[in-house]
């Protein structure tokens, strides 16, 4: 652990490290190959209140700084990212509602999830992933109310969320600038959820299709001004891309903490292999990937706490941190040699779970684009 | 309903160091918990406040750090805590300790409900708690399962070595839990929050002023530890060769009832 942690913040990550290691850690491995985490297991974050972390303290939520939030996640992750993500994932869809929506919905936002519920960010579309701008599922206004229809792909809480925020185009006519936020409550005649997806990795973490069939929401649903969803949802995504790092940073510790305990009890040549040089570079290696992961998602954190919309950052961090994670996580398969291809260890997992850290949030290939994007106006 | 719930720092180790000199704990160096039967008896202090309403107030004698257990008990659910802690009372054995927890005890009080651990996991003498029932003159029913409360009376599930006793007993009463008892709960992270930023007021002889002093601190108690020292572990096997498993059994059987095992 590399950060000057407060009183309070060693507190809280001693409290969540005690409650995942010991009712969440058991079931880990055979939930990761069922594919599906029970109601029951999350009902101790909810107990917690981990739903409720980001929730402002107007809203009856902890108001907890961004900083202190992210530290939580990554112990939460140490144990399982898919178990994270889906709490994780709940505060991107309310940031959007904070964020840009009215204090009404904030509360009927907050509310909702206080009560130990999920919520959902639907913008993916089948032909729209990296460019969703392209997005082709619509809202159109009737009276006072608006009837939504698209089929959107790859949404994490697909099927345990109670809350959707969606994303439709107003205006079909005007691309980016004709896209509107709305929220939408998961029971809404017309949503059908889609097959639970079978993934690689992140197991725990439910993702699937989500189909809106003329369903029909008032127009107080809206977030945010009609035509201001693009500009909301990358606002949002760009103070949600430090968070999916630190759960990459709970990882790459995890990955670190089992090598070094393998790397002293494994005996060859007559001796643990922690003393070969090759191992002990590996095991550097990730060492310093690990910690400077950790500390570029904690500054990144508290410029955000600083009210820094981390346009930049926010794409450095998720980027540099999940690119760390596929080499720390592949060397701890190294580590373990064949025991750590055999799926009796638990590193082939870490490996399988951080992969998808350059895809989702935006894929890295595009993070860089908006990095350089972001350079070139800087130096105007 | 007021509960009262008497909690214990103890260190965090099973390997525990003794002073050669004084005979007593060596307690620096080693993290400090909250007696594990405590936090048993603190959630069951929560839960029946839960069901009967009222308040759960923790008190806990030792030095300053203690507090840290008392913040939580505050984080898992406890409504007040006090830390009870006095130069005069430094030396104190179980009698002592459970006659100035009475004395708190009656000060704080009246409560209908008090419960302890069935044991602290570092002096491990399990008197302390039925001894303050003693000194409060109330009935105590210890190695409770399960409590519920009717009216002035409770009903109460003991584990016994036999099996289980169902007893009933009028309230005020004084109870001990053990791991049985339930599963304590974790702290909200909120709960957590709070519980650093709260004010624990301390409890002192000055605030006990109807204590006889002279049943407090090392003059106080009769107990003097002569010796305390870790028994060597003594154990022996033997391995049985089985040639036909009927005749091996019946030697095994002989064995064991030779060693009154059987
Ligand atoms: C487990 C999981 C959970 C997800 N959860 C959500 C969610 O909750 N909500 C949601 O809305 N979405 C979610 N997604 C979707 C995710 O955001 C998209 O998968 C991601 O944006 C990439 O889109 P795509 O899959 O369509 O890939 P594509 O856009 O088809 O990209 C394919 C490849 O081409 C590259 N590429 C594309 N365009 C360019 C370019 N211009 N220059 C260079 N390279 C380019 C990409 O980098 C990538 O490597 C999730 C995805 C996964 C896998
Ligand atoms: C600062 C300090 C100095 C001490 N100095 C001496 C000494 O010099 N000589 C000596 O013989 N002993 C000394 N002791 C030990 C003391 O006598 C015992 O710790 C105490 O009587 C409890 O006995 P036990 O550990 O066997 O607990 P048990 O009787 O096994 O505990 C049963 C239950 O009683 C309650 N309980 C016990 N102790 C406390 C407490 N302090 N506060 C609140 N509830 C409690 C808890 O609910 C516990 O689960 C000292 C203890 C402390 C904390």
Known sequence: MSLLYTEEQKALIALVKDMAENEIKPYVQELDEKGECPGELFKWAFDMGLHMLEIPEEFGGTGLSYETTAMIFEELAKVDAGYAITFVTTFVALRNVILSGTPEQGKYFADIIGKGNFAAFALTEPNAGSDPAALRGTAVKDGDDYILNATKTFITNGEIAALFVGFFKTDVKAGHKGISAFIIDADAPGITIGQHENKMGLRLSNTTDVTFENVRVPASSMVGAEGSGFKLALNALNLSRAFVATLAVGIMQRALDESVKYAKERKQFGKPIIKFQMVQQMLADMAIKTEASRVLVNNTMRMMDNGSLVRKEGSITKTFVSDCAQEVTSNAVQIFGGYGYSKEYPVEKLMRDCKVFQIFEGANQIQRMTIANELDREYK | ?262
């Open chain 2, 1 to 262: 309903m007021n509960i009262v719930v008497c909690v214990k720092q103890v260190p965090d180790t099973t390997e525990i160091k003794i002073d050669p000199i004084k005979k007593t704990l060596i307690r620096q160096g080693v993290p400090s918990i909250m007696n594990p039967f405590d936090k048993n008896a603190l959630e069951e202090a929560i839960q029946l406040k839960e069901q009967y309403s009222g308040s759960v107030t923790v008190i806990s004698m030792g030095p300053e750090q203690a507090k840290a257990t008392l913040r939580e008990a505050l984080s898992m659910g406890a409504d007040k805590a006090y830390l009870v802690t006095d130069r005069a009372f430094g030396g104190s054995d179980t009698y002592a300790t459970s006659y100035i927890l009475s004395k708190v005890i009656e000060k704080l009080g009246p409560f209908d409900v008090i419960l302890g651990g069935k044991q602290a996991i570092d002096g491990d003498t399990g008197q302390t708690a039925p001894s303050i029932a003693e000194h409060l003159g109330i009935a105590r029913l210890t190695h409770i399962r399960s409590m519920k409360i009717d009216g002035n009376k409770c009903v109460v599930e003991r584990e016994i070595e036999e099996g289980i006793e169902i007893v009933e007993a009028k309230l005020p009463i004084l109870c001990t839990a053990t791991k049985e008892t339930n599963k304590p709960r974790y702290a909200t992270i909120k709960g957590k929050i709070d519980s650093l930023k709260a004010d624990i007021e301390n409890i002192t002889l000055a605030d006990l002023p109807n204590m006889d002093i002279t049943k407090i601190g090392l003059k106080g108690s009769p107990t003097r530890v002569k010796s305390t020292f870790i028994p060597e572990r003594k154990s022996s096997c033997e391995m049985l060769e089985i040639v036909n498993p009927r005749e091996t059994a019946k030697v095994l059987f002989g064995k064991l009832a030779e060693a009154k095992i059987l």
